[in-house]
């Protein structure tokens, strides 16, 4: 009888109307979760490859922008997520025209992500031997012929799992986005699980965002896989 109730319950609780919602909502959190992990690889990247080849004995060694780009990564990265999304409210407003929505949200998660791969992708050309570089150099490679045929092949499967990283954190984060109305699963769970007491509707969204996770983790693994050649 009690597993009669349950089923019930949860066929009272998820109407079509409702499984509609999330779908759309998973949709979201997919969609927040890609389109800021992009941004972030597309800026922390660069940044980090910077970062990494400014430092002393490095081949484009610059004290003081090293360790610039050092302060300004450790500091981005130090900022709770909470916290930035306040912050940057006006900023997000200003480039997307409005703070509400999943396309708002992609500001402070891209914002928050892009020190964070940055880092990682410091830490990843750091464990690299640098050795091979000053033979390279000695027989005419130009720095972009060192960076993009040694540094970037070295270190791509160590990068991929850092981008997975990234995106699965960043899923997490989307669900924070949701409490400022950011759409998705976890503004779902907050909006009908939680405010409306419809327990069946939270325990859907949880599972679906760790079924997204483990998905990208998963397609992580296998990428980074494929290009280690280690």
Aim: hydrophobic content about 50%; proline content about 4%; some cysteine.
């Amino acid at each position: 009888a009690m597993w009669h109730e349950l089923i019930q319950n949860f066929i009272t609780e998820l109407t079509p109307q409702m499984w509609q919602m999330v779908g759309k909502s998973t949709f979201e959190t997919v969609y927040m979760g890609l389109a800021s992990t992009i941004v972030a690889a597309l800026v922390g990247l660069p940044l980090g490859f910077l970062a990494f080849l400014t430092g002393s004995g490095r081949i484009l060694q610059n004290p003081k922008l090293s360790t610039f780009l050092d302060v300004m990564i450790n500091v981005g990265r130090s900022v709770p997520f909470i916290i930035l999304l306040i912050i940057l409210l006006p900023v997000t407003r200003l480039l997307v025209g409005t703070t509400l929505g999943t396309t708002a949200a992609i500001v402070p998660l891209s914002v928050t992500a892009i020190p964070f791969v940055a880092r990682l992708t410091a830490n990843a050309l750091a464990e690299i031997p640098s050795g091979l570089t000053e033979a390279a150099h000695a027989m005419g490679a130009s720095n972009w012929q060192i960076i993009s045929k040694y540094y970037l092949p070295e270190s791509l499967p160590i990068l991929i799992n850092a981008i997975t990283l990234t995106l699965v954190t960043l899923v997490g984060y989307s669900a924070m986005a949701g409490v400022v109305g950011g759409g998705g699963l976890g503004n779902l769970a907050i909006s009908y699980g939680e405010h409306r007491g419809m327990v069946y509707v939270k325990w859907v969204s949880t599972i679906i965002i760790v079924a997204i996770v483990m998905i990208f983790q998963k397609c992580g693994d296998v990428l980074a896989q494929k290009f280690d050649h280690r």
